[in-house]
């Protein structure tokens, strides 16, 4: 399972109200915690990677008020089938996650795959060609549309061009080994910074979009 930062506190009101702009699309925003090296590879150790919770030395509250405010900030959750499972299965019972755990397990959840049949977790299975399903939920009302871990999937979409923005928290470590976000074999794509936040940890949030060809 892909471990994302819990965090234990109310969110600031003002990240929890949303004015939608006029003609406003939803995006897809993909949040990952990544090493200096690329890798994504269980940041919370929950998957037996050797390097697994590489994440965790470098925890900090203005990191968790961010991931808080991000949340809040999105309405839906797209996921793949792997993520999706480890998710399901933890954060029902996870204790002590106050607002933000109540947002996860509360929130609409889209997942991405071709051998699951039953959904649980408030999921509902993306039918159909992706990118026209994909299409159809940025069309309708609401906030933007987090993915979180879910690796495979996001390779997908990165090299169909659906992905409308990259948020990288990354982290000051290098690990040698492990699964990348882009692995070798990806296709060469720009991608353009409009925004960059340091915390006091050490970690740098980096937030790209991709450069329309």
């Excluded at 399972?1 to 006029?22: D, G, L």
């Excluded at 029902?92 to 049949?117: D, F, I």
């Excluded at 299975?125 to 495979?152: H, N, P, V």
């Amino acid at each position: 399972m892909r471990s994302q930062t819990v965090a234990p506190y109310e969110p600031r009101k003002q990240h929890m109200e949303y004015e939608r702009e006029a003609n406003y699309m939803r995006k897809i925003i993909v949040s990952e915690f990544v090493t200096l090296d690329g890798v994504i590879e269980d940041p919370g150790g929950a998957e037996g990677f050797k390097h697994g919770g590489w994440s965790f030395q470098f925890g900090s509250a203005e990191q968790q008020q961010f991931k808080v405010e991000e949340l809040f900030q999105a309405d839906a959750l797209l996921l793949g089938r792997r993520t999706y499972q480890g998710f399901a299965a933890a954060w029902p019972n996870m204790p002590g996650t106050g607002a933000y755990g109540e947002r996860m397990n509360s929130l609409p959840k889209y997942v991405a795959s071709t051998t699951l049949s039953d959904m649980t977790w408030n999921a509902t299975l993306l039918q159909g060609d992706l990118a026209e399903a994909l299409s159809r939920l940025k069309q309708e009302d609401g906030q933007d549309i987090l993915i979180f871990g879910s690796g495979q999937l996001v390779q997908t979409l990165h090299d169909r061009g659906l992905i409308d923005v990259y948020r990288l928290m990354v982290f000051p470590v290098v690990l040698g080994s492990g699964k990348r976000l882009f692995p070798e074999g990806s296709e060469k794509k720009a991608l353009r910074l409009i925004e960059t936040r340091p915390l006091p940890s050490g970690v740098v949030v980096l937030t790209y979009q991709p450069i329309k060809d």
